[in-house]
């Protein structure tokens, strides 16, 4: 499988994640994301396919922006790297079209306070 998994170009940026598991909450860290999914750092990834509810604290946002998302991929803590480390990436999930135009207006609007317009320009595609 080829390190690049993803359909979006991604953005390397650092937001803490809040998410439940067996009535218990996490906080981890992504690691990069895109207007598809993100990469949540984690050494306690939840099973492939695991549909769950999560929250990206973005201070320049305010309010925490709550997605869903699907594990899509893991990296387990064996057969981590400095380059490749454990955690696991997420594709979001959307119960239709107009929840996708906003969370990705939500990320592009991330994108753009964390990296300016010129670069999360070039990076959406619109330069």
């Known amino acids: 499988m080829s390190d690049d998994r993803r359909d979006n170009p991604r953005d390397?940026?650092?937001?803490k994640v809040e998410y439940k598991r067996l009535n218990?909450?996490?906080a981890d860290y992504t690691?990069?994301?895109?207007r598809g999914g993100t990469f949540i750092r984690t050494d306690k990834p939840l099973e492939l396919g695991t549909e769950f509810m999560f929250a990206l604290v973005v201070?320049?946002?305010?309010?925490p922006v709550k997605l869903v998302g699907r594990v899509q991929w893991i990296t387990a803590v064996a057969d981590a790297t400095a380059e490749k480390p454990a955690g696991m990436g997420i594709r979001f999930v959307y119960?239709?079209?107009a929840?996708?135009?906003a969370v990705e207006g939500e990320v592009e609007k991330l994108m753009h306070a964390e990296l300016g317009e010129h670069l999360s320009?070039?990076?959406l595609g619109r330069r």
Request: no cysteine.
């Open 99 to 101: 929840e996708r135009a």
């Open 59 to 63: 201070p320049q946002l305010g309010a």
């Open 12 to 15: 390397p940026i650092e937001l």
């Open 121 to 123: 320009g070039k990076l």
């Open 24 to 26: 218990t909450f996490f």
């Open 31 to 34: 690691r990069n994301i895109s």
């Open 95 to 97: 119960k239709d079209d």
